[in-house]
């Protein structure tokens, strides 16, 4: 954790002026808090992935493999919730945005940094009680929770709902945080169109977060009553209706798919600019089109919904609506494309995973108009097409994005260099990896085969097997990543102020930066990634 | 072609009257995603190439948009996938409408099985026999969480919910036995949760209906026809062995008669004909004869449709939409019926319409189509 102490006594930086366990557990800077989230999502990471390969090494054969039904279906619960609601919905913003927001404004710190530490203790509470609820007894119910399986099944779905509830305030006081941040802390010269478009991504998932969060909050909180209480609110048995949950629980967990993305989508932005070495290709309409996403996320929660029973013109308008958020995703693939034009393009590490985003983004957007299509969704719809669709636009592109920017920002973090010929092949294994993984998915989707399925007819194993395989490349290569960086902390090579030659504000502090971010105050007099001139920018 | 495209695809055979059209327009869809991806990654890499970085310090120009390649750039999707979704919309509507003539089964999901049973009559579990070349509407509904009736080779799902009814239809194009799963996650037991629809040719299946309503009353339920005996599928087996192992209330093998009958009894022990009367005279509630598909006007103004969606709320939610002129006295059913004999109380209902009811006995259901256009 103080992998810099040797070269720069002269000058603290944020992670050696106090080294204190206390100094750490109660700070009030933004980025060591960025750093606490980074850990605890890596661990949910870690603890996501081992649930995956004893899935995909359960799927090996038709039959049982490795462990019981009931197990299984606790398993794939699991893994769901923890990607999900620990990893990919905090990982980008609470890390990532936490560290660099307040660097790429020219802000000491974001608005509230006490509400910032106490998100880091109530998203750790909120995971401490999931994973209780998971050792305790495990629910079986996917992450879902549709009712009323989730108000009847025996396991232990409570804690777990109560532990996501808990996690859900994490998300709102982040996305708080940002928003006034963003509103009142900018640098002088900084106006609103030269916001740096991570920021700007950050600032539309904040939105969503902080509107949407609420319901999802209440429909967990309806489903615990009803397991508690027995209230009829979703169990048809006591006079509910089980599709009401299904409407309120997609009313945030589609917009939900945009608070993981958007993210990802501006961490793409930065590095596709740093290392094309160009301006952003279309900056308004980037910024304009999050807010497009932002905003018709709302209203395509019922595509979740098309063989539910939904009225056929209900389908119809939500079917046109998702193809909105394709027409949005677009626009932006076409610019980040666009702007490597006439770049000076440096294929580095956070580059190929970019390249990765693209290719994963637009396959999967590609394949999330095909089921937004009301007719093929029908014999898609719960298979593993779906399965194969939401990795590859929602967690392909967060990995990608995630892994991207940890290598962007990780000597700007930590001051150190990873070795780059490592980075490359556990790149190149973990893309790889990824199509082999989920490639044969959408293939056995349209065979027919439905997602949560512990047993499958035995002409869909080869399949199976394949997708495995590439699922050990993936964990592979993602043991490669955690060696070489844990090994970069300290033996790496120390890094310079600014390793790319990037013109992203956020380097124009110190790398690692001092505990105030900046010695004197920033003046941000270009417009953000302009590289018609070659000096590389002051650092204050 | 298709067939080509088919198996590129892996899809599974094409068994229903939509599936064909519903591949087609898969075909397309695909193809251009995966021609745009490999388009937009070959430009991507075209530029690493093109413009790759000579010097450390190398500066670029700067590259603003105009307006022509910003409309190109947004029409040029949206029209193309504004296409997709019109064709997909109507193939869909077409899936979602059920044809007049098309005969009904209900379907009762149930963890881990599913039960079809014919208006004639028979019942059975884990085999849903039907004719070709006739459309079959689905009546779906489950006992206790929700399903979702899924044939891949007619490209057909539906969710099965508990309390409620919903219907979708296929007509199988050729002869033969399709896999049935269940697509909604439900438990323990999901992936185990198959059946299988045999399609016989028409001779087939109305010799098949004679043997099942000619026979002994204890043959009556799933009885295998004679082509099924040669070469069993095994988990349609397996649901069959379920259910003979854990008999449960719901099986209803020693019942006599058509599920019109069936209903009849069901209405008499239930007392609902204490208040509703089945001849046209009004009492404490309306009158079930011809009720079916009648429109009434409701408390409070507005219309409903007296369809099964409408008497299965009824019977479940009594004050929900409570009809002009009646005291709101009803009590709910909500967990005193079960679902098969709301299927039997609702085609009881249907039969009383256009024929007196002591026709039923005797010459066999007088059965009305969906919605009797």
Same mark, same amino acid.
């Given at each position: 954790?103080?992998?810099?102490?040797?070269?720069?006594?002269?000058?603290?930086?944020?992670?050696?002026?106090?080294?204190?366990?206390?100094?750490?557990?109660?700070?009030?800077?933004?980025?060591?808090?960025?750093?606490?989230?980074?850990?605890?999502?890596?661990?949910?990471?870690?603890?996501?992935?081992?649930?995956?390969?004893?899935?995909?090494?359960?799927?090996?054969?038709?039959?049982?493999?490795?462990?019981?039904?009931?197990?299984?279906?606790?398993?794939?619960?699991?893994?769901?919730?923890?990607?999900?609601?620990?990893?990919?919905?905090?990982?980008?913003?609470?890390?990532?945005?936490?560290?660099?927001?307040?660097?790429?404004?020219?802000?000491?710190?974001?608005?509230?940094?006490?509400?910032?530490?106490?998100?880091?203790?109530?998203?750790?509470?909120?995971?401490?009680?999931?994973?209780?609820?998971?050792?305790?007894?495990?629910?079986?119910?996917?992450?879902?929770?549709?009712?009323?399986?989730? =108000? #009847?099944?025996? *396991?232990?779905?409570? %804690?777990?709902?109560?532990?996501?509830? $808990?996690?859900? @305030?994490?998300?709102? &006081?982040?996305?708080?945080?940002?928003? =006034? #941040?963003?509103? *009142?802390?900018?640098? %002088?010269?900084?106006?609103?169109?030269? $916001?740096?478009? @991570?920021?700007?991504? &950050?600032?539309?998932?904040?939105?969503?977060?902080?509107?949407? *969060?609420?319901?999802?909050?209440?429909?967990?909180?309806?489903?615990?009553?009803?397991?508690?209480?027995?209230?009829?609110?979703?169990?048809?048995?006591?006079?509910?209706?089980?599709?009401?949950?299904?409407?309120?629980?997609?009313?945030?967990?589609?917009?939900?798919?945009?608070?993981?993305?958007?993210?990802?989508?501006?961490?793409?932005?930065?590095?596709?600019?740093?290392?094309?070495?160009?301006?952003?290709?279309?900056?308004?309409?980037?910024?304009?089109?999050?807010?497009?996403?932002?905003?018709?996320?709302?209203?395509?929660?019922?595509?979740?919904?098309?063989?539910?029973?939904?009225?056929?013109?209900?389908?119809?308008?939500?079917?046109?609506?998702?193809?909105?958020?394709?027409?949005?995703?677009?626009?932006?693939?076409?610019?980040?494309?666009?702007?490597?034009?006439?770049?000076?393009?440096?294929?580095?590490?956070?580059?190929?995973?970019?390249?990765?985003?693209?290719?994963?983004?637009?396959?999967?957007?590609?394949?999330?108009?095909?089921?937004?299509?009301?007719?093929?969704?029908?014999?898609?719809?719960?298979?593993?097409?779906?399965?194969?669709?939401?990795?590859?636009?929602?967690?392909?592109?967060?990995?990608?994005?995630?892994?991207?920017?940890?290598?962007?920002?990780?000597?700007?973090?930590?001051?150190?260099?990873?070795?780059?010929?490592?980075?490359?092949?556990?790149?190149?294994?973990?893309?790889?990896?990824?199509?082999?993984?989920?490639?044969?998915?959408?293939?056995?989707?349209?065979?027919?085969?439905?997602?949560?399925?512990?047993?499958?007819?035995?002409?869909?194993?080869?399949?199976?097997?394949?997708?495995?395989?590439?699922?050990?490349?993936?964990?592979?290569?993602?043991?490669?990543?955690?060696?070489?960086?844990?090994?970069?902390?300290?033996?790496?090579?120390?890094?310079?102020?600014?390793?790319?030659?990037?013109?992203?504000?956020?380097?124009?502090?110190?790398?690692?930066?001092?505990?105030?971010?900046?010695?004197?105050?920033?003046?941000?007099?270009?417009?953000?990634?302009?590289?018609?001139?070659?000096?590389?920018?002051?650092?204050? | 072609?298709?067939?080509?495209?088919?198996?590129?695809?892996?899809?599974?055979?094409?068994?229903?009257?939509?599936?064909?059209?519903?591949?087609?327009?898969?075909?397309?869809?695909?193809?251009?995603?995966?021609?745009?991806?490999?388009?937009?990654?070959?430009?991507?890499?075209?530029?690493?190439?093109?413009?790759?970085?000579?010097?450390?310090?190398?500066?670029?120009?700067?590259?603003?948009?105009?307006?022509?390649?910003?409309?190109?750039?947004?029409?040029?999707?949206?029209?193309?996938?504004?296409?997709?979704?019109?064709?997909?919309?109507?193939?869909?509507?077409?899936?979602?409408?059920?044809?007049?003539?098309?005969?009904?089964?209900?379907?009762?999901?149930?963890?881990?099985?599913?039960?079809?049973?014919?208006?004639?009559?028979?019942?059975?579990?884990?085999?849903?026999?039907?004719?070709?070349?006739?459309?079959?509407?689905?009546?779906?509904?489950?006992?206790?969480?929700?399903?979702?009736?899924?044939?891949?080779?007619?490209?057909?799902?539906?969710?099965?919910?508990?309390?409620?009814?919903?219907?979708?239809?296929?007509?199988?194009?050729?002869?033969?036995?399709?896999?049935?799963?269940?697509?909604?996650?439900?438990?323990?037991?999901?992936?185990?949760?198959?059946?299988?629809?045999?399609?016989?040719?028409?001779?087939?299946?109305?010799?098949?209906?004679?043997?099942?309503?000619?026979?002994?009353?204890?043959?009556?339920?799933?009885?295998?026809?004679?082509?099924?005996?040669?070469?069993?599928?095994?988990?349609?087996?397996?649901?069959?062995?379920?259910?003979?192992?854990?008999?449960?209330?719901?099986?209803?093998?020693?019942?006599?008669?058509?599920?019109?009958?069936?209903?009849?009894?069901?209405?008499?022990?239930?007392?609902?004909?204490?208040?509703?009367?089945?001849?046209?005279?009004?009492?404490?509630?309306?009158?079930?004869?011809?009720?079916?598909?009648?429109?009434?006007?409701?408390?409070?103004?507005?219309?409903?449709?007296?369809?099964?969606?409408?008497?299965?709320?009824?019977?479940?939610?009594?004050?929900?939409?409570?009809?002009?002129?009646?005291?709101?006295?009803?009590?709910?059913?909500?967990?005193?019926?079960?679902?098969?004999?709301?299927?039997?109380?609702?085609?009881?209902?249907?039969?009383?319409?256009?024929?007196?009811?002591?026709?039923?006995?005797?010459?066999?259901?007088?059965?009305?189509?969906?919605?009797?256009?």
């Amino acid at each position: 954790m103080n992998p810099s102490t040797a070269g720069s006594l002269a000058e603290p930086d944020y992670l050696n002026h106090e080294t204190t366990v206390r100094s750490w557990l109660l700070t009030r800077d933004h980025k060591r808090i960025g750093v606490m989230f980074l850990v605890l999502v890596l661990f949910a990471l870690l603890l996501g992935g081992v649930f995956a390969m004893l899935l995909r090494i359960e799927l090996l054969t038709p039959g049982p493999t490795i462990m019981g039904p009931m197990t299984y279906n606790r398993v794939f619960t699991l893994h769901g919730v923890t990607m999900v609601w620990l990893f990919m919905i905090p990982a980008i913003p609470s890390a990532f945005g936490n560290f660099v927001l307040p660097l790429m404004l020219g802000a000491k710190e974001v608005a509230f940094p006490r509400l910032n530490l106490a998100s880091v203790y109530i998203y750790a509470a909120g995971a401490a009680l999931t994973l209780f609820g998971m050792v305790w007894s495990g629910a079986d119910t996917g992450w879902t929770f549709y009712t009323p399986y989730s =108000t #009847t099944s025996p *396991t232990a779905v409570t %804690p777990i709902l109560l532990g996501v509830f $808990i996690i859900g @305030f994490s998300t709102i &006081i982040t996305g708080l945080n940002f928003i =006034t #941040t963003t509103h *009142t802390l900018r640098a %002088p010269g900084m106006h609103w169109s030269r $916001i740096p478009l @991570f920021v700007w991504a &950050i600032y539309g998932t904040s939105v969503i977060q902080v509107v949407a *969060t609420p319901v999802l909050a209440m429909v967990l909180v309806l489903v615990a009553l009803e397991r508690v209480a027995g209230v009829g609110i979703f169990d048809p048995s006591r006079g509910g209706d089980p599709v009401l949950f299904q409407h309120m629980f997609w009313f945030y967990s589609h917009p939900a798919v945009y608070i993981m993305v958007l993210p990802a989508m501006g961490v793409i932005t930065e590095v596709v600019c740093a290392f094309s070495r160009k301006n952003i290709f279309g900056y308004r309409m980037i910024a304009a089109s999050t807010f497009g996403i932002a905003f018709v996320g709302f209203f395509s929660w019922g595509h979740h919904m098309f063989v539910s029973g939904q009225s056929t013109f209900g389908s119809g308008i939500f079917g046109v609506l998702s193809m909105l958020v394709a027409i949005f995703t677009a626009i932006k693939i076409f610019n980040w494309v666009a702007t490597m034009y006439g770049g000076a393009i440096d294929l580095k590490v956070p580059l190929l995973y970019v390249l990765g985003f693209i290719f994963l983004l637009t396959f999967g957007g590609m394949t999330g108009v095909a089921v937004a299509t009301t007719s093929l969704d029908v014999h898609w719809h719960d298979t593993y097409f779906i399965v194969a669709h939401f990795h590859y636009i929602m967690v392909g592109s967060v990995l990608m994005a995630f892994l991207a920017a940890l290598h962007y920002w990780w000597p700007k973090m930590f001051g150190r260099l990873f070795p780059e010929r490592w980075a490359f092949v556990a790149a190149c294994t973990i893309i790889f990896g990824f199509i082999v993984t989920f490639l044969p998915q959408f293939l056995l989707g349209n065979m027919g085969m439905p997602r949560r399925y512990y047993q499958y007819p035995s002409e869909m194993q080869w399949l199976n097997v394949l997708s495995t395989a590439g699922a050990s490349l993936l964990a592979f290569g993602f043991g490669l990543i955690g060696i070489y960086l844990l090994w970069s902390l300290r033996y790496g090579k120390e890094s310079p102020a600014n390793p790319w030659g990037s013109r992203g504000y956020e380097w124009f502090s110190a790398s690692p930066p001092g505990p105030h971010n900046f010695r004197e105050p920033p003046r941000f007099e270009r417009e953000v990634h302009d590289y018609t001139v070659s000096e590389a920018p002051h650092v204050y | 072609m298709n067939e080509f495209f088919r198996q590129v695809l892996f899809l599974p055979e094409q068994a229903s009257t939509f599936a064909r059209d519903v591949d087609h327009l898969h075909y397309v869809i695909l193809s251009t995603a995966m021609f745009m991806a490999t388009l937009i990654f070959g430009v991507a890499g075209l530029f690493l190439i093109r413009y790759r970085r000579r010097s450390e310090s190398q500066a670029t120009r700067r590259v603003q948009t105009s307006l022509f390649w910003e409309v190109l750039f947004v029409g040029s999707p949206l029209s193309v996938f504004l296409a997709w979704f019109f064709i997909g919309y109507h193939d869909f509507v077409w899936m979602q409408t059920p044809p007049p003539e098309a005969m009904d089964v209900y379907v009762v999901a149930k963890q881990w099985m599913w039960k079809f049973t014919y208006p004639e009559g028979p019942n059975s579990i884990g085999v849903l026999r039907v004719p070709v070349g006739r459309p079959v509407r689905l009546l779906l509904t489950s006992r206790d969480v929700i399903h979702s009736f899924y044939v891949p080779a007619f490209r057909v799902k539906q969710d099965a919910l508990p309390g409620a009814y919903t219907q979708t239809w296929f007509e199988v194009t050729r002869p033969g036995r399709y896999r049935v799963m269940c697509a909604e996650y439900c438990g323990l037991k999901h992936s185990e949760m198959w059946a299988e629809v045999v399609a016989l040719s028409p001779e087939d299946y109305a010799a098949w209906l004679r043997e099942q309503s000619g026979g002994p009353v204890a043959l009556r339920d799933a009885t295998p026809g004679a082509p099924e005996r040669e070469e069993p599928l095994v988990p349609a087996r397996l649901a069959m062995e379920y259910s003979a192992e854990a008999p449960h209330g719901e099986l209803m093998t020693a019942e006599r008669g058509t599920l019109a009958e069936r209903g009849e009894r069901v209405a008499a022990e239930k007392g609902c004909l204490r208040c509703h009367t089945v001849d046209g005279t009004q009492h404490i509630g309306p009158t079930w004869w011809g009720l079916y598909r009648r429109e009434e006007r409701l408390e409070g103004g507005g219309t409903v449709v007296a369809d099964e969606a409408y008497l299965t709320e009824s019977m479940m939610k009594p004050q929900e939409k409570q009809v002009e002129g009646y005291a709101p006295v009803m009590p709910s059913y909500q967990g005193q019926l079960e679902a098969a004999e709301v299927a039997a109380l609702i085609e009881y209902i249907r039969t009383l319409r256009g024929a007196r009811r002591d026709g039923i006995g005797t010459g066999g259901p007088v059965y009305e189509p969906i919605d009797g256009r």
